[in-house]
Structures are given as structure tokens and as C-alpha cells.
């Protein structure tokens, strides 16, 4: 079954959920506020992360055979990521065959050596890879997650990412991650503020549901040492993506000065290789490739596999959010909790905020995803107009 095109189109705009919902109770953690990121140290741009992070829009990516079925996948960082897509990847692996995704994968990541396969390239590795995936369910009559080897369990048992921990408790969700505010530029005082708000996420939730601390690559690792150290009271399940994500060196200074201490990271490393070396090296206990940004489902077996046959857990970045992460939960064995971020206000139903036709939300925790065939996501994409112009 031959590929015929592989395009980029437009995805109908999505209105933000605001705290003038009817049923917000105040506005979503997201809507101000500090979180600690790789620019804190910059006064510009240290109150207010999307101040600096790209607003490039989603897009989406369609690959299509010659009897007319379409694989369809969403992709980040709109225009330049497109462009890779459409002026690079797609020309090249039109007459290739669909169902070979490995095939395809491994063409894809050798033809983008010249530039880098890691960063941008990886978003449009991951789209295309992601709806060849989709196509072969299709084809097959089949969810991905059973083209893959599973269901592996009955459901997906979630915890929530966000700052408002009480109104993820009282939906059911039996695990927490914090973003954390503060970083070195914060001083003791951030140091402090970071503990009391760790502190008061404990009191809220009791000892019955985990803590996880965010910290988005904000930290060196005399700091992450530090607030860790202040924070044991507290029983931090994990504290995730302390370091610049290509500082593996500092990764393993981290791991030798914080035995005790649980830690995570990996959604900002694309590939196979970056995880591979963290398990010989055994640099973190949970590894978190995100399955849209680190090259796909197939890379994401890979993964899986060099983890599990080594004791170390993956837990990918935010896969409750997207239907091609439930079905990689769901279809590969060793993957354990699955991440759901919430932006939205507390009050308003996950169901309502998420919108994605096709792509279920959390119910007391859990994710049943669809067994339609394929992602299940259901959207007309055909008909939806080019996304480069
Ligand atoms: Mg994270």
C-alpha cells in the first residue's frame, strides 16, 4: 500500500476555556503566575513563561495511500515543522510503503541528518510516524493500541499536572505534579516559596495522594540539591526535568549527590539514543519521552523496550492529553502512570475543557481510550484547507 501524499492542513480554531466559564470557580493556575523555566534568570521575561515560550499554532499532518485511506496525525510548532513536512520529509517518502513504519521511521531520521533529527525535525518525524500509525490501524480495522500487542489493561490509571491540587483530588485523580514557581535566580526566598507550596499542596491532598514537582529545565544541580533537601518532609514522589535536557553530564552529577530522591525526565529529548544512554548510565528512575515530540510511536517502542529489560519505568510526557499517548499506554507493556495536564479552570468538567472529538477524558482518574480503529480521532481531515500558503 503505497504512499500517494503526505500534507499539512489547517485545524479549526479552539477557544480557550477562561475563567469566565460559568462554572469556573477562579481562574486556572495557568492563567498567571510564576513557573520556573530555563528563562527565570532573564528579569524580561522571569514573571510569565509564554511571554517567551512559541506561539507556533498546531497543525495537521495527512498521509494517504492509494485506495484513499488517510492517516491523520496533529503536529506542534506550525510553520517551521510544516515546512520540514512538506518540503523535505513528504516528497521523499511518497511511493514508500504505509504499513512499513519502521521502514519509514528510520528513513526519516537518516534523511534528516544533514539538519538534526532532534528538535523541530523530531515534531515532523513524530506527525508523519504518528499518522502512519493511524493509517495502519485504519487499514487493519483495528486501534492502535491492538496493532501494537495490547490492550496490556483494562484502563489507564491517570494523575493530573497543574497547580490547583484540590480540585484535582476531589476529581479523583490519586497522583499530583506541581509546577514549580521558583528557580536559582529566586534565591532562599524562591527556595522557600517552592517548600510552602509543596507544603500546602500535602495538606490539601493528605498522605494518600503522591506529589511530583515540576521543574521544566529551570535548575542547575547544586539548587535541585537543595530544594530537594528542603522538601523531604513532604514525600516527592519525583521531581522532574531539574537540568537543561542536553546537560548529561550534570544529569549524572545529580544522581550521585541525590541517591535518595526519585527523579524523572526526558520529554525534551528526541530519539532513542538520549534514552539509551540515561539507562546505561542510570541517570533518572522514570523516563518521559513525549510521544509527539521524541519521533513517534515507533521510537517510543524502542524505548519501552530498552527500559523495561533494565528495571527503569517510563511514564511519557502528558500521553492522557492525546489519543496517540492513550494508545501507547494502552499497547505497550512497562508503561506505567499516565500523565493528564490540566489547564483549565477548577470547576470546569475535563470533558468540556478538552474537546477533542474522539479523545476521552479522565473519569475518576481513569482513561478508557477508543477502540475505534485507528486513533480514533474523529475529524474530517481532507476537507480542511492547507496549512502553508
Ligand atoms: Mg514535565
Known amino acids: ?6 500534507r499539512t492542513v489547517r485545524l479549526p480554531p479552539q477557544p480557550a476555556i477562561g475563567a469566565d466559564h460559568p462554572d469556573a470557580r477562579r481562574p486556572s493556575w495557568l ?30 499532518c495527512l498521509v494517504e495511500v492509494e485506495d484513499g485511506t488517510v492517516g491523520f496525525a496533529v503536529g506542534q510548532h506550525g510553520r517551521p515543522v510544516a515546512a520540514v513536512i512538506e518540503d523535505f520529509l513528504g516528497p521523499r517518502l511518497i511511493g514508500e510503503d504505509a504499513l512499513a513504519t519502521e521502514r519509514c521511521y528510520d528513513m526519516a531520521v537518516r534523511m534528516c541528518a544533514p539538519f538534526g533529527a532532534a528538535g523541530l525535525a523530531s515534531y515532523a518525524i513524530s506527525a508523519i510516524d504518528l499518522a502512519l ?7 487493519l480495522g483495528q486501534p492502535v493500541y491492538a496493532v501494537l500487542g495490547g490492550p496490556t489493561r ?12 484540590d480540585w484535582y483530588a476531589e476529581l479523583g485523580f490519586r497522583g499530583v505534579k506541581l509546577p514549580c514557581r521558583y528557580g536559582p535566580a529566586d534565591g532562599l526566598d524562591g527556595i522557600r516559596k517552592n517548600v510552602a507550596q509543596v507544603a500546602e499542596a500535602r495538606a490539601h491532598v ?17 539548587y535541585t540539591v537543595r530544594l530537594a533537601e ?6 516527592v514522589r519525583w521531581l522532574e526535568e531539574c537540568l537543561p535536557s542536553a546537560d548529561l553530564l550534570s544529569h549524572a552529577e545529580l544522581r550521585r549527590r541525590l541517591p535518595w530522591q526519585p527523579l ?6 528526541f530519539g532513542v539514543a538520549p534514552f539509551q544512554y540515561a539507562v546505561a548510565n542510570r541517570l533518572v528512575d522514570i523516563l518521559q519521552p513525549d510521544i509527539s ?45 499516565t500523565e493528564f495536564f490540566v489547564g483549565s479552570p477548577p470547576g470546569v468538567a475535563l470533558a468540556e475543557a478538552a474537546r477533542a472529538p474522539g479523545v476521552p477524558t479522565p473519569v475518576d482518574g481513569r482513561i478508557t481510550p477508543s477502540a475505534a480503529p485507528g486513533f480514533g480521532v474523529e475529524i474530517n481531515a481532507t476537507e480542511l484547507p492547507a496549512f502553508l500558503s
Open 133 to 139: 500509525w493511524d493509517l495502519k490501524g485504519k487499514v
Open 1 to 6: 500500500m503505497k504512499i500517494t501524499a503526505i
Open 31 to 60: 492563567a498567571d503566575g510564576p513557573v520556573a523555566n530555563p528563562m527565570t534568570g532573564y528579569p524580561r521575561y522571569a514573571a510569565y513563561r509564554p511571554s517567551w515560550t512559541p506561539t507556533w499554532p498546531m497543525f495537521g
Open 264 to 269: 524523572a525526565t526526558g520529554e525534551h529529548w
Open 293 to 337: 515530540w521524541v519521533g513517534g510511536i515507533t521510537p517510543l517502542k524502542r524505548i519501552c523496550a530498552i527500559a523495561e529489560a533494565a528495571g527503569v519505568a517510563v511514564m511519557p510526557h502528558a500521553p492522557g492529553n492525546t489519543a496517540y499517548g492513550q494508545h501507547a499506554c494502552l499497547g505497550i507493556v512497562g508503561i506505567g502512570w
Open 206 to 222: 493528605g498522605d494518600d495522594i503522591e506529589i511530583m514537582l515540576d521543574c521544566w529545565m529551570a535548575f542547575d544541580v547544586d
Open 230 to 235: 528542603a522538601l523531604r518532609p513532604y514525600r
Open 154 to 165: 483494562d484502563e489507564l490509571e491517570c494523575y493530573a499536572t497543574g497547580g490547583d491540587p
